[in-house]
């Protein structure tokens, strides 16, 4: 403090009552107080200063009134410096002996110089009290100022607060409603494989109860059946027994005519008796005869299957005794010519009994048999019937069952449909939903295929090396491949397995196809070794309907999408073009063959606007309006590409092929436009030299391909680090790609993997080339839009 106030110029008595110099100004510096005191004080200009100096040297004044006239004239304009006024105060004037009038001027010279500098004091004192009631009044002002925006702040604050508080709740409930949306999706996903094991096991068991069915009706059938033979055999038996019968009658009709004329033999043989003791003895001969006719004929009897033969055999064996008894009355005629008569007549009329003896034993013994068989056949009629109604009874329990459980399949299946729509639907958001992310993160989406299996290939003879996860996590997503016993998961955002068909794989990617309709850049290029189906993914076999490939899907379903838009007022204008990148020069497909050997050495040139569209100089680009011009397109390039036979494809691309699709769109109703491109690129394949055996052409070829392949390896790796520079310029295959590897465009990646286990080392480099490519954001999409003058006359057809 004391070294601050040794420079500080003395102060005025009235300096000291109110604001003082130096330390109460404000905090304002000598110098600048100064200054400011010479603006105010000095007039407008500095010329006017005069220096301590000129006051030393000025002549003396005689007359005090004089003096006082000049110290109020340069007391307005004499400024003072702190050097002038450290020398003034310490300034003592030289006396003189005995001159006291000189000794007296020089005070009074003194005294006025200190006059002056005391009223110049005074007046720096009063600017300096002006100028700190200014600044009191500026401080209170900006104070004011600085409440009023404090007061302001604090209710920005307030509100800032306010609105964060509530997106922090609407955070908590969109979070609560994810939450709720993903349990409810994972509810839904397990009540779709409860229902589906419950329709697996309704299936079941409704084709066992199908079967049982079947059988039951066949047993029904073969019952009917069995009940008509019964029927008919028994009314067959019924006619026979009356048939029978009626034959029972007649012979007891001859019985009875035989028992009369018995009655009258009987007095004529107690008159030969004793003419008959002799006879005895060829009698008895005959009696054994006839009992071994009579065995034979009983023999003959029961042998016979159905009583029809057994009436034949039963004439037979009479028309036999007949013969017989014709045989003993011709024995007894030659034994005795006596009692030839009484012998005929007695042989005659004991052979007759006997045989009608035995033929009223056997009929009684046929009928009998036949009751028995028409009683058995009854009981079995009887119980054919019981167990008909039986079977009907099981049958309309069945049938009640049966449509029991197809009511129950009914309602089954259709909570079953619900459940998949909303399965669908939830599948369907969530593809939305992964989109938008997708969009928002700008990341490049990778599908991974699983190529076909062929004929020739060795899948089926050696242990998988390609697993599908099935958490819930990784369903549909995850993929396993397994090199030496090690497992190496990977995971993209759709996993299509070696039986997915072409229509699945283009449903994943229609969306983004109709991207391009409004107004997007999309690119989708298909990567993977030579072999692993590449070709067949982007182009198919176009001669069968469902083995077509993304390239003419997506193609028909831009045409099919513009016409349908027709209707909301857009009109679409179309262009293609085709190109292939054959070691590093770009080769024209859209050229007649003629016109094409003509400009072999014509050189494209690939640039890149400052919108991020890209075009080849030289290249044939065409209007097309149908799907039938695209697809002669197509097929023109197709016979135009270079291709060639190596030992692991028999039909091995050789150059990366690229179809691009400029889309024009206006919209009459609201005047917009949008301007979409879609580029589908087949590149070639990576093939080791070892296993492809290339020689020659082929070699270069495979070189080239390599190195395009291993650039865009680089420009992948630069963007995942997110280098300042990425090589794009390196291979003609990135440099085309430059826009959509590093734009504003929507991209996805095929890659395409073997099932082979040989190719087991070359799906793994893929799969991890895949990963890294995932990985890279490249910017969030932009639609390309624009509103169309009112006098534009652009045509779109």
């Known amino acids: 403090m004391a070294s601050r106030n040794q420079n500080r110029p003395p102060r005025s008595p009235s300096a000291k009552d109110g604001v003082g110099g130096g330390g109460g100004g404000g905090g304002v510096p000598l110098d600048k107080r100064r200054r400011i005191g010479a603006g105010r004080i000095g007039g407008p200009t500095s010329t006017d200063r005069k220096p301590f100096g000129s006051v030393n040297k000025r002549q003396d004044v005689t007359a005090s009134g004089d003096v006082g006239s000049t110290e109020g004239s340069e007391s307005e304009n004499i400024e003072f410096t702190k050097e002038e006024v450290e020398a003034l105060v310490n300034e003592k004037p030289k006396m003189k002996k005995f001159d006291h009038k000189g000794n007296l001027e020089l005070v009074n010279e003194l005294n006025n110089r200190l006059k002056l500098c005391i009223k110049w004091f005074q007046k720096r004192d009063e600017a300096h009290v002006d100028e700190q009631g200014k600044l009191r009044n500026a401080l209170q002002s900006s104070e004011k100022r600085c409440a009023d925006s404090e007061v302001e702040m604090k209710n920005k604050e307030e509100s800032f607060n306010e609105v964060i508080s509530q997106l922090r709740k609407d955070n908590t409930s969109l979070q609560e409603k994810l939450t709720k949306e993903e349990s409810e999706k994972l509810d839904a996903i397990d009540c779709h494989t409860r229902e589906k094991e419950a329709r697996i096991a309704v299936e079941t068991l409704q084709a066992s109860l199908s079967k049982e069915l079947e059988k039951a009706q066949q047993d029904i059938l073969a019952a009917n059946q069995r009940a008509t033979s019964l029927d008919d055999m028994y009314k067959r038996l019924q006619e026979y027994n009356l048939s029978l019968q009626q034959y029972n009658s007649k012979l007891h009709a001859e019985l009875e005519t035989a028992r009369e004329s018995l009655k009258r033999v009987e007095k004529e043989k107690a008159t030969i008796v004793e003419n008959l003791s002799t006879l005895r003895g060829h009698y008895s001969s005959l009696q054994d005869q006839l009992t071994l006719s009579r065995a034979s004929q009983d023999e003959a009897m029961n042998q016979k299957e159905s009583l029809v033969n057994e009436v034949k055999c039963l004439r037979g064996e009479l028309q036999q005794v007949r013969d017989d008894r014709d045989r003993q009355t011709a024995q007894v005629q030659a034994l005795t010519a006596e009692v030839l008569k009484y012998k005929e007549s007695t042989g005659k009329s004991f052979a007759e009994i006997d045989n009608l003896m035995a033929k009223t034993k056997s009929l009684e013994e046929t009928c009998s048999t036949q009751r028995e068989r028409i009683h058995l056949l009854e009981h079995q009629l009887t119980a054919a019937n019981e167990k008909l109604k039986m079977a009907d009874l099981s049958t309309e329990e069945a049938r009640t069952e049966f449509e029991e459980q197809r009511r129950t399949t009914r309602d089954l299946q259709e909570r079953l449909m619900e459940a998949e729509h909303q399965l669908i639907e939830g599948e369907k958001l969530r593809k939305k939903l992964h989109n938008t992310i997708l969009e928002l993160k700008g990341n490049i989406r990778v599908f991974c295929r699983v190529r076909p299996s062929l004929p020739d290939d060795s899948v089926g003879t050696e242990a998988p090396v390609i697993s599908y996860p099935t958490s819930v996590e990784t369903l549909g997503r995850g993929i396993d491949l397994i090199q030496s016993g090690q497992k190496y998961p990977f995971t993209f955002d759709k996993v299509f397995s070696h039986d997915a068909s072409q229509q699945d794989v283009f449903v994943e990617i229609s969306q983004l196809i109709q991207s391009a309709l409004d107004g997007y850049k999309v690119c989708i290029f298909a990567y993977g070794q030579t072999g692993s189906g590449k070709t067949y993914t982007m182009m198919g076999k176009t001669e069968a309907p469902d083995q077509k490939g993304l390239i003419p899907r997506s193609l028909e379903q831009i045409f099919q999408a513009s016409q349908s838009l027709l209707a909301q007022g857009w009109k679409y204008k179309m262009q293609a073009s085709m190109l292939e990148i054959y070691n590093e020069n770009i080769r024209d497909l859209l050229t007649n063959r003629s016109s094409a050997t003509e400009n072999t050495g014509k050189q494209y040139t690939i640039k890149h606007d400052a919108n991020g569209n890209t075009q080849v100089t030289d290249l044939t680009i065409v209007d097309v309006c149908s799907i039938q011009e695209i697809s002669s397109l197509l ?163």
């Open 635 to 797: 097929r023109q390039a197709a016979q135009s590409r270079s291709v060639g036979k190596t030992q692991m494809n028999e039909q091995s691309s050789r150059s990366h092929f690229v179809f691009t699709l400029r889309i024009s769109g206006v919209n009459e109703n609201t005047e917009q436009q949008v301007q979409g491109v879609l580029n589908l690129i087949d590149l070639a394949g990576s093939e080791r030299l070892s296993r492809s055996g290339a020689t020659g052409d082929r070699l270069k070829e495979t070189q080239a391909i390599n190195k395009s392949l291993s650039c865009l390896s680089d420009v992948i790796f630069a963007l995942a680090k997110k280098e300042d520079h990425v090589p794009f310029r390196n291979s003609k295959l990135t440099y085309l790609l430059q826009p959509c590897l590093g734009g504003d465009s929507k991209t996805l990646m095929f890659v395409n993997i073997s099932p082979e286990p040989t190719s087991v080392g070359e799906s793994l480099c893929s799969l991890r080339f895949a990963a890294r490519v995932n990985a890279c954001e490249i910017g969030i999409p932009r639609r390309q839009t624009t509103v169309r003058p009112v006098d534009s006359r652009l045509s779109y057809g």
